[in-house]
């Protein structure tokens, strides 16, 4: 296997080590997020790719999905991770901004935001794409920090030197907003993260 692919996964793994060492379990978050979306089928989308943590989750899981971000940096860690496990015929990586997609209204059954709406300067216009892009008979996940959640990967990010901005939206005016527009929402919480489900009345 190619040398840079084994060095990228080297590093995933030691990161999900790092935020075990913390408190924070990547996979066992990962998997409360997908155990309460399901049921998962038809056109998946997720919204914020980043290193890949969730695409590999979902992939691995049989899933077939398309990923977007808008940092290309960002998705070339999170295409070796894919290549890692075998799987990059899972995943369609697409580089666009979320405040922007070029996909039509309706395009897929179910969206994915997850620990993407607090790193978003118009968290707003973003879930406004969700919903258009989404199918009216269709769902959308937004799954961020909660709490403690936000407070070790602070503390994380101290560890390392850094800093981790926490954005200036919470979850609880995300799904206000949702609500103004008429859609319901489920909401879940696990020890580190926040989740809504969001559909369109009815549904």
Known sequence: MDKNVLE????????????????????KERDFVIEKAQPIEGRILEL??????FAVALAQKGYQITTVDISEEEQKFAKMNIQYFGLLEKVNFVIADAEHLHFPD??????????????LSQPLKVL???????????????SDFSKEGFSIIKKIHES??????SGN???????EYILS????????????????????RGN
């Open 8 to 27: 990228n996964y080297e590093r995933y793994c030691n990161r999900i080590k790092l935020f075990k060492s913390f408190g924070y379990d990547i996979d």
């Open 48 to 53: 914020g790719t980043g290193k890949g943590n």
């Open 106 to 119: 309706d395009s897929y059954d179910i969206s994915f935001g997850i620990n993407l709406m607090h790193h």
């Open 128 to 142: 406004d794409e969700f919903l258009r892009v989404t199918s009216t008979r269709g769902k959308i996940i937004i």
């Open 160 to 165: 390392e030197g850094g800093d981790h901005n």
């Open 169 to 175: 939206c919470t979850l609880n005016e995300i799904a």
């Open 181 to 200: 527009k008429g859609f319901q929402i489920d909401k879940f919480n696990s020890k580190c993260q926040e989740l809504i489900i969001i559909r369109r």
